[in-house]
C-alpha cells in the first residue's frame, strides 16, 4: 500500500506564489509516475502537471508557463511550484500514484 501526503497549500493573493508537496511512504512501485491533480468547486478533477521517474514532465495548457514540477527521489518527495497564481488556481490539489491518492491540500488565491 503506497500512502501520499500533500502538505503546503494556504491562502495567497493573486499573482503571489506556493509550493506545494507530496511525500510517498509504503510499498512504493518502481520507477512511479506522480502526477498532481486539482478540483475546483462545482468542477470536475483535472490533471495539471506530471512527472515520470527520470524527470521527463507534463503539464496542462492551462498552468504550464506558471506551474513546475520536480522531485527528489531520495526523499520520495514531488514539488509543485506554483508562480503567478490566479483565482482561478482556486481548488484542492490532490497528488497520485497509480490508484493511490492523497487527502489533498487546499489552495485559495483571492482577488
Known amino acids: 500500500q503506497v500512502q501520499l501526503v500533500e502538505s503546503g497549500g494556504g491562502l495567497v493573493q493573486a499573482g503571489g506564489s506556493l509550493r506545494l508537496s507530496c511525500t510517498a511512504s509504503g510499498n512504493m512501485p518502481p520507477f512511479y509516475i506522480v502526477n498532481w491533480y486539482r478540483q475546483a468547486p462545482g468542477k470536475e478533477r483535472e490533471l495539471v502537471a506530471r512527472?515520470?521517474?527520470?524527470?521527463?514532465?507534463n503539464y496542462a495548457e492551462s498552468v504550464k508557463d506558471r506551474l513546475t514540477i520536480s522531485r527528489d527521489n531520495a526523499k520520495n518527495t514531488v514539488y509543485l511550484q506554483m508562480n503567478t497564481l490566479k483565482p482561478e488556481d482556486t481548488a484542492i490539489y490532490y497528488c497520485?500514484?497509480?490508484?493511490?491518492w492523497g487527502q489533498g491540500t487546499q489552495v485559495t488565491v483571492s482577488s
Open positions: 512527472i515520470g521517474w527520470n524527470g521527463v514532465t
Open positions: 497520485n500514484v497509480l490508484e493511490n
